[in-house]
């Protein structure tokens, strides 16, 4: 099962409250999953993919709206077979106002907000309401991975409208247009953490928390060996200049030139050129510690930067 799954599956189990939040989190439902069929009978149709969604639906529209939902499952064939799942509830004539508890209405079947919309004011409902879009246009990757979420929203409305409330909530999103659908995301770990926590998926929260630890001390070793690696570089580089100095020195001088405790430093750096400081200074004789033979490579640098000056 996908994180997504298991996520969504998390949040469809966590069931708010206090009724503000209840409603909040059923008008997010509504409006992204709900329809009004109009037949011999009027009927509140939402679409959910999964079994858990569906029953938080029926209990809220049932508490919430006081109506008398059913579900049912269906086949689909899409892309490839899928489940769907319908929860519909019979609108008796004098319940056309139910929806007004929510502060939504219903234009040609499609359910909208009202204009002025005051249903999400507390922090605590726009949270619930967050928690019910996520359940219907959420996914999420693995933190094992790359770390991505991301919102689906059917029109740039809802999308701006959204990126409001979760900047409220102090989660900035960024937006993309993606085949006719705005797609609102986050990249940055720290800010999905804070969005499973914002959303109450504490359990999913503990996973991603989990994996991010694990993935930041694999970083911190790489960064190790990297630094490592950076610094062997860094002893060859001056390993390649010191003996093209020492070299010139020979040329010019012959290595009589070089006095005795020099001399033979200069022999040890071209016999070993792989070899630190450290260790070229625990092959001398008697040895020396490493900023010693940092010292005397650098007489040796400064007596070959003399002669070569002067010739
Ligand atoms: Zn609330």
């Known amino acids: 099962m996908s994180f997504s799954n298991d996520v969504r599956a998390e949040l469809a189990r966590v069931m708010p409250n206090k009724t503000c939040c209840r409603r909040a989190e059923l008008a997010a439902l509504l409006l992204l999953n709900g329809s009004i069929i109009r037949a011999e009978e009027t009927i509140l149709q939402v679409e959910v993919d999964n079994a858990a969604t569906a029953r938080k639906v029926f209990l809220l529209i049932k508490e919430e709206l006081g109506l008398q939902p059913a579900v049912s499952m269906e086949q689909r064939k899409r892309f490839r077979k899928t489940r769907v799942y319908l929860v519909k509830s019979v609108i008796m004539p004098g319940q056309e106002n139910v929806f007004s508890i929510l502060e939504l209405t219903e234009e040609d079947g499609v359910i909208k907000r009202q204009a002025r919309w005051k249903l999400l004011n507390k922090t605590c409902c726009k949270r619930a309401f967050l928690r019910g879009v996520f359940l219907s246009r959420g996914s999420i990757n ?38 006719n659908t705005q797609v609102l995301y986050l990249k940055e770990s720290d800010k999905i953490a804070d969005f499973l926590l914002t959303i109450g998926a504490n359990i999913a929260l503990l996973d991603f928390e989990n994996a991010r630890i694990i993935k930041s001390m694999r970083n911190s070793v790489n960064r190790q060996v990297n630094c490592e690696t950076a610094n062997l570089v860094k002893t060859i580089d001056a390993s390649v200049r010191q003996i093209e100095l020492i070299k010139r020195i020979v040329a010019l001088q012959g ?27 625990e092959m001398l004789d008697p040895p020396l510690s490493k900023s010693g033979t940092a010292h005397r490579m650098r007489r040796l640098e400064e007596l070959a930067d003399t002669l070569l000056a002067e010739n």
């Open 142 to 179: 693995r933190p094992e991975g790359e770390y991505h979420l991301e919102l689906i929203l059917p029109d740039p409305d809802m999308a701006s409208e959204m990126m409001k409330i979760m900047s409220k909530l102090d989660l900035e999103a960024r937006q993309v247009e993606r085949k």
């Open 255 to 281: 290595w009589e030139y070089l006095p005795p405790h020099l001399r033979e430093l200069a022999q040890l750096r071209i016999e070993y050129p792989d070899s630190t400081l450290k260790e070229l200074g």
